[in-house]
């Protein structure tokens, strides 16, 4: 899973990275173009549990990638911000799973705001209208080259060219109203022909709005503010203090509690947000134990036994024979594969049986 973690100058997204990566990027350079890469273990106490019965050689945790990328300039007539962007960090842009974009909700005078003032919503629409613009020029583009060369070629080729002109000129219609286009209803055949592109608008959306210590208290109305404007599909809204959860990660376990339970802050910023980021791409994770190690597999929600066993290894999801299946919490109670089996609790699967999250799964597979 790689998220790509956006925001305005001065919005403190690269405060977020931090918080997240447990890095230490320069912060206050107010959008400077360096790209910052990290990578973060999802924190998943079942795996902790199941180490204690199965006492492994290691534990694997889930990952998370995050970037932190510039925020790309304003769009003037006939120059489109974005394609200002160093081309690597446009591409990275592009090939994210998701968008996390967080937006100055926070007072400080010692931070000036680069517009004099702080508006989370002007902020939040700013750069949701780049990225509009972005996947406007890409549309308009294709469907000029289509327009002028679309009728050579095959029969087969004239036919797939009508049908992606059919559905990029809908796209079009939705971005020139200025709706983002994972609002839009794809079916399969037409996410085919558009898949190319990366629309930067049809990707998934956290907006997390970075908030300051003394409005702690009224997180959850400042975020209700802002997320019943924004109801677009596959976007959620929540809130955190970057500035408050970077300096909680540099302080010991004990001394964290402590300050937290001060602050009235009940989960860690990494925890929501990694959840929160799950839940945006609809991704469960089932889990595998045994003396070797115990792992966490992430997967889209609804994946097949078979589709588990391909996440694993394509020669598992080729051989399958069978899944040999426990729920993480009657494994927990039982103790062991052999007492699950006994008490009826460990179940024989086809390629057909839906995965839950909190499976502990074996695959069983023919070489």
């Known amino acids: 899973m790689q998220i790509a973690i956006v925001g305005l100058a001065g919005s403190g997204k690269t405060t977020v990275f931090n918080t997240l990566t447990r890095g230490h990027a320069q912060t206050g350079g107010y959008g400077g173009m360096e790209l910052h890469v990290g990578t973060v273990k999802v924190p998943d106490e079942r795996l902790d549990r199941l180490a204690e019965i199965f006492k492994p050689k290691k534990i694997v945790q889930a990952d998370v990638t995050y970037f932190d990328l510039a925020a790309p300039p304003a769009s003037t007539e006939g120059r489109v911000g974005t394609e200002e962007l160093p081309a690597d960090q446009l591409a990275r842009l592009r090939e994210a799973d998701a968008l996390l974009h967080v937006v100055r909700a926070f007072e400080d005078p010692s931070v000036p705001h680069p517009e004099g003032s702080v508006d989370a919503w002007r902020d939040l629409e ?32 004239r036919e797939s060219n009508d049908r992606e002109t059919l559905v990029l000129t809908r796209l079009h219609a939705a971005l020139v109203e200025g709706r983002p286009l994972r609002g839009e209803v794809i079916d399969a055949d037409e996410e085919k022909s558009i898949r190319g592109f990366r629309f930067l608008t049809q990707k998934p959306v956290l907006v997390l709005l970075n908030v300051g210590e003394v409005d702690l208290p009224r997180e959850a109305e400042i975020v209700d503010g802002i997320a019943t404007r924004y109801q677009f599909t596959k976007s959620l809204v929540d809130a955190l203090s970057a500035k408050i959860e970077m300096e909680l990660g540099e302080l010991e376990p004990d001394e964290a509690a402590v300050f937290m339970d001060e602050l009235g802050i009940t989960e860690s910023g990494l925890a929501r947000v990694i959840h929160l980021s799950y839940r945006l791409l609809g991704l469960i994770s089932f889990l595998t134990a045994g003396p070797d190690e115990v792992r966490a597999w992430p997967i889209p929600d609804g994946s097949s036994s078979v589709e588990a066993a391909g996440a694993i290894h394509t020669d598992l999801a080729r051989g399958f024979i069978r899944a040999e299946v426990v729920q993480y919490e009657d494994l927990l109670s039982l103790r062991s594969m052999a007492e699950a089996r006994k008490h009826g609790k460990l179940r024989s699967e086809g390629k057909t049986y839906t995965v839950k999250d909190g499976d502990v799964v074996e695959i069983l597979f023919s070489k």
């Open 126 to 157: 700013r750069l949701d209208f780049e990225f509009l613009m972005s996947d406007l020029s890409l549309v308009e583009k294709r469907l000029e080259r289509l327009k002028s060369g679309g009728h050579h070629g095959t029969p087969a080729e």
